[in-house]
RNA sequence: GUCCCCAUCGUCUAGAGGUCUAGGACAUCGCCCUCUCACGGCGACAACACGAGUUCGAAUCUCGUUGGGGACACCA
């Protein structure tokens, strides 16, 4: 039987930059290997799940390019099976009632933690006779896990782990509300689904023993897990709002290409040798989880602009064009759009993201002031004129040609010359090459902002 | 507190006992290219957390220390 990951988010919020990377790498592995990569919305929690939260990561997910298998399955409508599974343990004798208390329960933590113990149920009910129950108290569904021995996971990534099962504690299953658990439900929902392979956050690793008490339970095959470190601030900090724990459709505002993003995150933690920029075909012929680092890493953001420059500078420049139109607010005319275009390979080179595309972009659709000149610069740029308008051809082969000649004929650097073209075609310090500008301009616009400098 | 995990340049990482006076990328700083700015090219700076072992030999193996992270809910 093939490969087959999920992603399994829950829609309490957007698709963070940790859970985009944690999809990317589930849905890698499954194409590296031809499989299925699905997708469940873990929304047992009515509470905090939105369909909002619901549309935002199915957003995220299609803008950087992560398809998934199948139609999503959605854990809420599971919630029958996964009670009815749980109930069969208790019958066939492998789980229990409980009807403690909240302020039972805290007890009984209080007391482990003042023995230097892990806080954790005493097993009050594990063994007591039904019978015994209180009235009127409706109770919870718990595992049994074995008092004794341990549970030992062989982690794709994390290497073998054992833990002394007198850490776990009798989990519940089902709450006295009589909905599942969210440990319940993932077992049931990995078997059910047929899950091969579970690449999650390490911040599940320890919860992947409870997990696998559960499957045990049912005499389930437990897939194959690896914990993938988790995605730190650039302090080294737990990643915050305030760095980057954003969702992201905020690097998408940010002006950062769903490429770029797909490269970066790929990187951190994973490597193919000395490869950097890795190609989405390339990503998915090398990955393999032997290549997934054991170390949490920090968010750069340097980097990450310095990739998205990169993917800036080889997009098509008419997706780049539709990509500025969309994030410019005003209306751009037809000419106005048709220099973009022309003057898009040399503006994208200069940009690290949309952002500072469009505000370069600035320079060929918005408004601007000419610099003042004095008379010897006057002279020279009427010479210029005269010349430009003589062109037969407004190509910058030919624009080259004449101002080459200009300059050497009179002795005037052509630096000088490209100078003041420039204080005149637009009012900014940085641009792109005054040959680029004047074919971007396009030969009536340009003459006219010479002309205009002139009078 | 208890349990688990991690540890190479500022950052992401290569490195699976000798080829490591530790390689690449980003960032930073020079130089070159050059009409500004970029791009590109060349170069510089810069790391095996610490301490014990094992071994002829350790960044690589073992143990400890320190530092960081995660988990200990009727959240997921």
Request: proline share 4%; hydrophobic share 40%.
């Amino acid at each position: 039987m093939g490969v087959v990951t999920r992603f399994a988010p829950s829609p309490t919020g957007f698709l963070h930059i940790g859970g985009a990377r944690t999809a990317l790498f589930n849905w890698l592995f499954a194409r590296h290997f031809g499989g299925k990569f699905l997708l469940r919305i873990e929304d047992t929690d009515r509470e905090r799940s939105t369909a909002k939260a619901v549309d935002a990561i199915v957003d995220g997910l299609k803008w950087l390019g992560i398809n998934w298998d199948e139609e999503p399955v959605f854990q809420s409508s599971r919630l029958r099976r996964h009670v009815e599974l749980a109930e069969s343990l208790v019958t066939a004798g492998k789980a229990y009632y409980c009807y403690c208390s909240a302020a039972e329960l805290d007890a009984m933590r209080e007391e482990a933690k003042s023995n230097g113990l892990t806080p954790k149920y005493n097993g009050k009910w594990r063994d007591r006779d039904p019978k015994e129950a209180p009235v009127g108290v409706r109770p919870v569904i718990r595992l049994k896990i074995p008092m004794l021995g341990e549970t030992t996971l062989a982690d794709l990534v994390q290497g073998i782990i054992t833990v002394s099962n007198d850490q776990l504690d009798d989990m519940i299953l089902v709450r006295s509300d009589g909905t599942p658990t969210f440990m319940l439900s993932v077992v049931v929902d990995d078997h059910d689904m047929d899950i091969t392979h579970v690449i999650r956050g390490d911040d599940h690793l320890t919860n992947t023993f409870r997990h696998i008490q559960i499957f045990n339970a049912f005499g389930w095959d437990i897939p194959q897990y690896a914990h993938i470190p988790l995605i730190h601030g650039p302090d080294g900090a737990k990643l915050s709002k305030r760095h980057g724990a954003l969702g992201v459709d905020a690097y998408r505002t940010m002006g950062y290409l769903p490429e770029a993003i797909c490269n970066y995150l790929l990187r951190l933690g994973w490597s193919h040798g000395n490869d950097e920029i890795i190609s989405r075909e390339q990503a998915i012929e090398w990955f393999a989880t032997e290549n997934l680092g054991k170390s949490a890493s920090r968010l750069d953001f340097s980097k990450l602009n310095n990739l998205n420059g990169h993917y800036m500078r080889a997009a098509d420049n008419q997706r780049l064009l539709n990509d500025l139109l969309e994030i410019i607010e005003e209306d751009v005319s037809a000419e106005k759009r048709c220099r973009l275009l022309r003057g898009m390979t040399g503006l994208k080179q200069r940009a690290k993201t949309l952002l500072e595309l469009r505000d370069l972009a600035r320079i060929y659709t918005g408004d601007f002031i000419p610099a003042q000149m004095d008379f010897e610069d006057l002279d020279i740029l009427r010479i210029i004129s005269v010349k430009l308008r003589s062109l037969e051809e407004w190509t910058e082969e030919n624009l080259e040609k004449q101002l080459r000649e200009f300059s050497l004929e009179k002795n005037i650097p052509f630096g000088k010359i490209a100078s003041l073209l420039r204080n005149i075609l637009s009012d900014r310090k940085i641009t792109p090459g005054i040959l680029d500008m004047l074919v971007s301009f396009g030969r009536g616009e340009s003459l006219e902002r010479i002309n205009a400098a002139l009078s």
